[in-house]
């Protein structure tokens, strides 16, 4: 495993490479990462992964200076899972100048997490699409936890007419249901233990859902309310459609739920995918 970091390193290494496949991360890799490593690897024969804490999708008090960098750490476990090239640039390589040339995305960039983090997703497209440049690959690989990120980039990548391919990878959890996140290392031993009940929620909107309830606010609230009281800080909790994340009608099929609350001082997203039967009961109403 070559670890390369400067733009001109990383291309010489990959002169004359074909079918590299590139997995952008934040580093602090969990096993979350590395299983995006092994479906890399599984589509493609060069697998590039990219270590960079980005500045651009960070807000004002935002945690991008105390976000975990482990790049000894993170190398050992890629060069484990067969990794052939790592970039971990410095900011200075990657914008050598002030970045005033950004990605503009569709208005649902704005909404749910984006309603929360202004700019965070033009940062996170921004800086994607930085890779793609450098790295030229023809797959890329992004993890379904963060899934608002993943149907942007479907989207960038489709009306840019970029020549990548977006593949997703499912959430991977711990054993309890918490799907893993760097940020997770954040909660105290008090905060781990309730950090589950944010999948919890979700898993208990997703039952009623494929049990035939269509009052998606109703349930939405119902979930908003349940974190609150347990003393949660809630952003949103939100069904949408997988199609395109608006607001489904009662008879969409294909849903997913999303949420983002604090929990103390660390903030947890996740998001769980319900694929709803045709023919389900229409308008039954929540025995709560």
Known sequence: MV???TIAELRECLRGVTGIVLVPTMGNLHQGHLDLVRI??????FVVVSLFVNPL???????????PRTLEQDCKKLEQCGVDVVFAPSERDLYPQPQQVTVE????????????????FRGVATVVLKLFNIVQPYIAVFGK???QQLY???QMTAQLNLPV????GETVRASDGLALSSRNQYLNVAERAEAVFLYQSLAGMRLSIMDGVTDFFKLERQAREALSARGWRVDYVAIRSQANLAEPTASECNLVILAAAWLGQTRLIDNLEVLKERGAVPGRNLDL
């Open 3 to 5: 670890v390369t970091h």
């Open 40 to 45: 890399a690897r599984q589509h493609g024969v």
């Open 57 to 67: 999708q960070f807000g004002l008090n935002e945690d991008y200076s105390k976000y």
């Open 105 to 120: 995305l569709p208005p649902v960039a704005n909404e749910l997490c984006g309603a929360f983090r202004p700019g965070h």
């Open 145 to 147: 936890k963060d899934y």
């Open 152 to 154: 942007l980039m479907r």
């Open 165 to 168: 391919d977006i593949i997703g």
